[in-house]
């Protein structure tokens, strides 16, 4: 027989992995900071990750306590947005390879990374608001989709406030449009409907697991 691997055992592993992860993202963001050609729009752009470490630090226990999965999406997302900060996303150079392979007219990295805030952000909204508030997975998921559609339009909202009243000079690389004059809607409806998709996924693997568990 195979070793067992007891559960706090398991349980270090996996509180270590999470360190590890915690430690490569404040590592990369500090890279990203040295290596940005462009250091007032690396600022604005990360405010939204100042402000989500400073969450984190007041929800830590909570955070901490949700799925490897949930935690690695969340990670994911935020190395995302760093990556995209260094470069002002119009000019990241995923976003150029994807505009030569795909044919596109703009750098859709933005696009990606905002498709992505829904899908990589939603399952752990949905486990931290079902930790917090001890409610339903339909609740919860609910709520989740909320917050991500609320979260999508402030973001846009802010980005107006800043590249176009605060600082105008440097407005036209933070808000990105690259022409797109539905860009700000476009980006919104990618979180949603990423948010949704999320959604549906978690909703039929749990009725799977439901039918397997009653076979």
């Given at each position: 027989?195979?070793?067992?691997?007891?559960?706090?055992q398991?349980?270090?592993k996996?509180s270590l992995?999470?360190?590890?992860?915690?430690?490569?993202?404040?590592?990369?963001?500090?890279?990203?900071?040295i290596?940005?050609?462009d250091?007032v729009?690396?600022?604005?752009?990360?405010?939204?990750?100042f402000?989500?470490v400073?969450?984190?630090?007041?929800?830590?226990?909570?955070?901490?306590?949700?799925s490897?999965?949930?935690f690695?999406?969340?990670?994911?997302?935020?190395?995302?947005?760093?990556s995209?900060?260094?470069?002002?996303y119009?000019?990241?150079p995923?976003?150029?390879?994807?505009?030569?392979?795909?044919?596109?007219?703009?750098?859709?990295f933005?696009r990606?990374?905002?498709?992505?805030?829904?899908f990589?952000i939603?399952?752990?909204?949905?486990?931290?608001?079902?930790?917090?508030?001890?409610?339903?997975?339909?609740?919860?998921?609910?709520m989740?989709?909320?917050?991500?559609s609320?979260?999508?339009?402030?973001?846009e909202?802010?980005?107006?406030?800043?590249g176009g009243?605060l600082?105008?000079?440097?407005?036209?690389?933070?808000?990105g449009?690259?022409?797109?004059?539905w860009?700000?809607?476009?980006?919104?409806?990618?979180?949603?409907?990423?948010s949704?998709?999320?959604?549906i996924?978690c909703?039929?693997?749990?009725q799977?697991?439901?039918s397997v568990?009653?076979?």
């Amino acid at each position: 027989m195979g070793a067992q691997i007891h559960p706090n055992q398991m349980s270090t592993k996996i509180s270590l992995l999470k360190k590890g992860l915690i430690i490569l993202f404040f590592v990369y963001w500090g890279f990203t900071f040295i290596q940005t050609k462009d250091t007032v729009n690396w600022l604005v752009e990360n405010l939204p990750v100042f402000l989500f470490v400073l969450f984190f630090l007041w929800q830590r226990k909570t955070i901490l306590s949700i799925s490897m999965l949930s935690f690695v999406c969340i990670v994911l997302f935020v190395l995302m947005h760093i990556s995209g900060s260094q470069y002002a996303y119009t000019h990241h150079p995923i976003g150029i390879w994807m505009k030569e392979v795909f044919h596109l007219q703009r750098n859709g990295f933005d696009r990606f990374v905002h498709f992505n805030f829904g899908f990589l952000i939603t399952l752990p909204l949905t486990e931290f608001t079902k930790r917090k508030l001890q409610i339903s997975n339909q609740l919860s998921g609910l709520m989740a989709f909320l917050f991500i559609s609320t979260l999508a339009a402030t973001f846009e909202l802010i980005e107006w406030i800043i590249g176009g009243v605060l600082f105008p000079e440097t407005g036209a690389d933070y808000v990105g449009t690259q022409g797109d004059i539905w860009d700000p809607q476009k980006d919104i409806a990618l979180a949603m409907l990423a948010s949704l998709l999320v959604l549906i996924i978690c909703q039929i693997t749990r009725q799977l697991k439901s039918s397997v568990s009653v076979n």
